[in-house]
């Protein structure tokens, strides 16, 4: 299997923190570091290069999006799960358009948790119910907002995927439902995220240039 | 920062009184030099005039500085324009006030009346009115054959009761939109106070459910308490939209699904409001209700269910999900056949009502969904 994947955990909870990063060492992860602010997570992500960052949503300095905005920029290539303790809410979504590539709810269990993060790792879009909900919400949201050019759209087979997952279906059940492999499945999820985050950057590009950012 | 505000709008009513006062000051002069000469007193009549212009400038300036403004102002105001009104008299004369001509300001003399309205209020307009209006028509009507009509004078009592009324009616509407907002703010800032601590104690609860496990023992039976809490609560907050407020206007479809929180319910729903008209939003969640009630009816009390709400272009679609047993292809349609369908029939005339639709798909191991579907009309 070569080299152990490196997690960062981010969680203003010592003890949290702490249990998380005994079940990830125990499973076979390299612990890159393990700290409580989001400022500390994003200066080290360039130095500790973690594969996977486990980051809490609400955290006391920074908001989830910067965090995951500044752990982006440090290190491209890193992969965020997003875990929060009061469910799916606007601030999710926002962390999902920022780039994390996951949300878990942190009432998951052991067993969930290490699978979301073994997912996360190699690549797959970690969603709850729930986060699926948003994310079908957002799409038919830019659909009906008048005079954006170039917003993104789900296709007939992505929109039917991702209300499955919204309706609790795990992936293999999908799968067997659309007759699709359990990897077509993951594909049209993670697809969905890419998109929406696509836009994001551009809608982000496109602000800066419109106010004048673009470094004059 | 109310009173502030308050005093912002105010300066409103008394720029547009500076208005009033250049409109009348204009007219006056017009009517002055197109009669002086059938003046007793021509060249007072001039200086009335001037004194008149010079005040009118310096009122200007008065009333719009906040702190020259005050009752000694409003005072002196009204005795200015009272003695121009009273000197028109000996520099008119009786003679041209008799053939009908005008008192001196006119309509100038208002002015005054109308500040006190505006500081005062509606009695103290009708104070001012009254004074004005005594020597208006003293002044005017005392020379004219048969009495002549006291019209000017009412005008201004009308006008100071009128004007007083209004300006508080304005000032205190200011008031209360003011306190409205500063309700809403608070309101904001509870909810967001209340979201910090529940995510605190959700953290904790989720952290001794993990603990409780790891260690074992009696803990594990305390983790597995707090794990309950946890859901309870959970579902608590994410159902928790504010109450929908029932003046007529559309309503938050979420706000109305949070009577069905528990902890084996599961949500997903978009981030923005779902707007149904009230009476549409009350019936649809009456149906999904009764559609959460057939899962636990047929699936037991730990029956888990999932609700997904859709907010469409032209319609808005729940989804009710179980992962019970599952209904045998034919079977709805037999109990259909036999009457028995009590819950699916109950849904289905509820949305009929809505113009709706409500497909159930069901197959035996995969649990059970009913889709409702309310078109949007407008």
Partial sequence: MGEAIRVMVVDDHPMWRDGVARDLAAAGYEIAACLGEGAAAVRLAAATRPDVVVLDLQLPDLSGVEVIRGLLNAHPSTRVLMLSASGEQQDVLDAVKAGAAGYLLKSASPA????????????????????????LGEYRRLASTPATPDVPQLTTRETEVLRLVAKGLSYKQIAERLVLSHRTVQNHVQNTLGKLQLHNRVELVRFAIEQGLDGE | MSAGDTAAFEATLWRSLGVFRVLALTYATVRIVAGAETFANQAAGWGVLAVMIAWTGAMLWAYGSSRVRGWPLYTVDLLVAVVLVLLSRPIVGAEALGAGQSILPVTWHAAPVLAWAVAGGRTVGVIAGAVMGVCDFGTQAIDVPGGGSPTGAVLLLLGGMTVGHVA?????????????????????????????????????LALVQRRGAEIGGEAAELGRLAGEQEAALRALVAFGRPAPDRTGGPVDLRAELARFGAPHVTLAEPAEPVLLPAAAAECLAAAIGAALDNVREHGGPDARAWL??????????????????????????????????????????????????????????EGTEVELRVPRTN
Avoid at chain 2, 172 to 196: C, F, G, I, M, N
Wanted: hydrophobic letters at 40%.
């Fill in chain 1, 112 to 135: 969930e948790f290490l699978d979301a993060v073994a997912r996360t790792a190699a690549g797959d879009a970690v969603f709850t119910p729930g986060l699926a909900g948003l994310v």
């Fill in chain 2, 168 to 204: 508080r009616l304005a000032v205190s509407a200011e008031e209360r939109l003011q306190r409205a907002t500063e309700l809403e703010a608070a309101t904001r800032e509870r909810e967001r106070l209340a979201r910090d601590i529940h995510d605190s104690v959700l953290q904790v």
């Fill in chain 2, 308 to 365: 997904l709400v859709e907010d469409e272009p032209d319609a808005v679609t729940v989804t009710v999900r179980d992962d019970g047993p599952g209904i045998e292809p034919g079977r709805l349609d037999a109990a259909a056949a036999e009457g028995r369908l009590g819950v699916a029939q109950s849904i289905k005339g509820r949305l009929a009502d809505l113009g709706g639709t409500v497909e159930i798909y069901s197959k035996p191991g």
